[in-house]
């Protein structure tokens, strides 16, 4: 079965870091091209970071905060997620994808998703 499983969320204060994993089972994913999304309360989705084989791509309001990277001995991608603001708490969520037509690619072309998980920052 594929999925991607993600973890790491929880409550933070502002200024503080989380580190999010996404996990695949089923598939490889150094193979496909990863996106980190979320969404808040009453808001759209909003595309956050993504990757393919080595290129990061980062919102303008998560840039310079937040870094995506690879470990593909653990099939895992992270986002390293510092200085957070209470802006930032949403849900999170990654997905798998192959087949871009753009880059940073919209999240219909993502093939897989993960469940998401809570990211709260607040005093």
């Known amino acids: 079965q594929l999925q991607l499983v993600e973890s790491g969320g929880g409550l933070v204060q502002p200024g503080g870091s989380l580190r999010l994993s996404c996990a695949a089972s089923?598939?490889?994913?150094?193979?496909?091209?990863i996106g980190w999304f979320r969404q808040a309360p009453g808001k759209e989705r909003e595309g956050v970071s993504c990757?393919?084989?080595?290129?990061?791509s980062y919102a303008d309001s998560v840039k310079g905060r937040f870094t995506i990277s690879r470990d593909n001995a653990k099939n895992t991608v992270y986002l390293q997620m510092n200085s957070l603001k209470v802006e930032d708490t949403a849900v999170y969520y990654c997905?798998?994808?192959?087949?871009?037509?753009?880059?940073?690619?919209?999240?219909?072309?993502?093939?897989?998703w993960g469940q998401g998980t809570q990211v709260t920052v607040s005093s």
């Open positions: 997905a798998a994808g192959r087949m871009f037509s753009t880059w940073p690619p919209p999240p219909s072309e993502y093939d897989y």
């Open positions: 990757i393919n084989t080595s290129d990061g």
């Open positions: 089923g598939f490889t994913l150094n193979r496909y091209g």
